[in-house]
T-cell receptor, first 109, second 118 residues
């Protein structure tokens, strides 16, 4: 059983579409991270959430601590958004993470 | 923002040789460095956690004599894959935790190293 479940595993969208990636977790956490992994492998940290909602450009991340669920939204998607998006939860003691297996997003022009 | 420089980005080595991967925090002090391994189509797997000036803590199943981690300063951590074998071929990536968590997202990732052992 995975402590972190992401859906969908794969997602193809047309340019301009609104995209939602979901993350559910089963453990108590201190924070949830959304990461973006590019085809070359490099990883960029997009958001760190402990409650509520954060927005950065066309990206929006929300978290519901009670339901143990988070969503990453991409508005007006663009081909350059094509990447693997990884949800990671940070355990309360710190310095320990569980990672989801990622959602592979392809945005078609 | 905080940047972690990781190199090399790609390395091909012969079986039996050793490979060193470096991660440097460029504009912050990394009190803790994490080393991950990622096989194709799989999630990141934590290999070890190192704190500056102390021995690394390895995850279960990771051979500490094979994967040598050194975190000698607040800006540099190295992972050495000793006597590499083809099954060690993987994507290795580091992540640093800044001394002051509030200054950035708290964790910054390197760009990764693609190791191929032939």
């Amino acid at each position: 059983k995975n402590e972190v479940e992401q859906s969908p595993q794969n997602l193809t969208a047309q340019e301009g579409e609104f995209i939602t990636i979901n993350c559910s977790y089963s453990v108590g956490i201190s924070a949830l991270h959304w990461l973006q992994q590019h085809p070359g492998g490099g990883i960029v940290s997009l958001f760190m959430l402990s409650s509520g909602k954060k927005k950065h450009g066309r990206l929006i991340a929300t978290i519901n601590i009670q339901e143990k669920h988070s969503s990453l939204h991409i508005t007006a998607s663009h081909p350059r958004d094509s990447a693997v998006y990884i949800c990671a939860v940070e355990l309360p003691l710190g310095n320990q993470f569980y990672f989801g297996t990622g959602t592979s997003l392809t945005v078609i022009p | 923002g905080a940047v972690v420089s990781q190199h090399p980005s790609r390395v091909i080595c012969k079986s039996g040789t050793s490979v060193k991967i470096e991660c440097r925090s460029l504009d912050f002090q990394a009190t803790t460095m994490f080393w991950y391994r990622q096989f194709p189509k799989q999630s990141l797997m934590l290999m070890a956690t190192s704190n500056e000036g102390s021995k690394a803590t390895y995850e279960q199943g990771v051979e500490k004599d094979k994967f040598l981690i050194n975190h000698a300063s607040l800006t540099l951590s190295t992972l050495t894959v000793t006597s590499a074998h083809p099954e060690d071929s993987s994507f290795y990536i580091c992540s640093a935790r800044a001394r002051d968590r509030e200054k950035n997202y708290g964790y910054t990732f390197g760009s990764g190293t693609r190791l191929t052992v032939v």
